[in-house]
């Protein structure tokens, strides 16, 4: 051929290509994904798929519901098994956020801590093998999407590549207990990088919580009026007097609760009164805004919870935008005052709230799973 028009063949289809870069990529380099959905690197594109998935047949079509909770529980759970302390020995410390859980299902759903696991740990299994991703990364996936359904949530950073590769949490001990005391709760929590304040921040999860297993009489109990929202409310309703016993008093880890319907894990009503937590605690009730920042960072260090994250790669692009929270600051309950409050913090008065108004009200229980 001539080698002129080689060389014009050559810049023609320079051109188209630098032309296709360019449409894929508006700003920086960016990779086309389905449905004309972007992400920084092709290892990302995958989890669109994985979205679209998890989202339309495990959470049922984009709810705050059971799975969505449970999920969120998971991407704890699976992390927690770590050590600092037993690494510093020179023993296997757990491989954290590493998707032991799943893999190694068997010995991890027998630990105390992780009573009610059982069920989503069975029905996320099968997307993560289908879409063959590995579990660790499933697990803090289907989390951050699934809180992403809830209003008021933070969006929570997504980071991809874990290995596959996992052996079961070296010790049941390393999985927080709701009939701990706030001294093992936080001891066991420092063990694995956390302050007081950063378990007062984690604990925002429960805002979007219910029982089911402690107490099976009163299955789908909330964990604060509110179950699908993500909002501060969790914190000032687990200050408020217990009054009654829910369901069987003698549930494991039951305490009384201010609320007809609502459950309060012990170990909550203790972290709401130590003296360590009291505070941070306290200030989370008018602060929905700082409430969410620390949780997303904190969570973020769970999800990175015995990982390099310069071997992973930022997928967070993927993880849906939040939905809107629908009440800015906490009101106390109808039929609550101030003095129904117990109050422990020192350093600052208690805010001011305003009541919902009318009669006490049940407190209906959390979305169950669709039968
Ligand atoms: C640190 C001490 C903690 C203890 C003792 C604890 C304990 C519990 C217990 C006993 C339940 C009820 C489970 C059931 O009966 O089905 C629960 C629910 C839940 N926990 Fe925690 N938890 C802790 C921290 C966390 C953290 C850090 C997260 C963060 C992701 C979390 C997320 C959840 C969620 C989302 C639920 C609701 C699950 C549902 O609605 O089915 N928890 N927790
Ligand atoms: C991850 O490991 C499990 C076994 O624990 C295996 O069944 C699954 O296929 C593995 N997934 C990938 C993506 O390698």
Not at 52 to 60: A, K, T
Not at 82 to 95: D, M, P, R, T
Not at 113 to 119: L, P, S, Y
Not at 143 to 161: D, E
Request: proline share 7%.
């Amino acid at each position: 051929m001539n080698p002129l028009i080689l060389t014009l063949l050559h810049s023609f289809f320079l051109l188209l290509s630098s032309q296709h870069a360019a449409l894929a990529a508006p700003n920086t380099r960016l990779v086309r994904c389905s449905k004309d959905r972007f992400a920084r690197d092709d290892a990302c594109c995958v989890w669109y798929d994985v979205l679209d998935d998890v989202q339309e047949n495990l959470f049922d079509r984009g709810k705050c519901g059971a799975e969505a909770r449970e999920s969120l529980r998971i991407m704890f759970h699976d992390a927690i098994g770590y050590s600092e302390s037993a690494i510093k020995a020179g023993k296997f410390g757990g491989g954290g956020a590493d998707g032991s859980m799943m893999a190694h299902a068997d010995v991890e759903l027998e630990f105390k801590g992780n009573i009610g696991m059982d069920e989503i740990i069975n029905e996320q299994r099968p997307f993560a093998l289908k879409h063959h991703v590995p579990f660790g990364d499933f697990i803090q996936f289907a989390g951050a999407v699934g809180l992403s359904n809830c209003h008021g949530a933070p969006r929570l950073q997504f980071l991809a590549g874990r290995s596959n590769h996992s052996r079961p949490a070296p010790d049941e001990g390393l999985i927080p207990a709701p009939f701990h005391t706030a001294d093992q709760i936080f001891a066991r929590m420092k063990d694995a990088g956390f302050s007081p304040e950063e378990v007062v921040a984690l604990s925002a999860a429960h805002s979007v919580g219910a029982q089911h297993q402690l107490d099976p009489s009163i299955n789908n109990a909330p964990l604060d009026s509110t179950p699908e929202e993500f909002d501060s409310q969790f914190f000032l309703e687990t200050l408020l007097e217990g009054t009654h016993y829910p369901g069987d008093s003698s549930a494991l880890a039951e305490d009384k609760s201010p609320l007809r319907g609502q459950f309060r894990i012990h170990s909550d009503g203790l972290l709401a009164r130590d003296h360590r937590s009291a505070c941070e605690w306290q200030s989370f009730i008018t602060d929905q805004d700082g409430m969410n920042r620390k949780f997303a960072r904190v969570m973020a260090k769970v999800s990175l919870l015995g990982q390099d994250p310069s071997k992973l790669v930022d997928c967070s692009e993927v993880i849906p935008d939040v939905r809107p929270a629908r009440r800015q600051r906490a009101v106390l309950p109808a039929g609550k005052t101030r003095k129904d409050v117990e109050a422990n913090c020192v350093e600052s008065s208690f805010p001011s709230l305003n009541t919902q108004p009318g009669p006490p009200t049940f407190i209906r229980p959390a979305p169950s799973r669709p039968t």
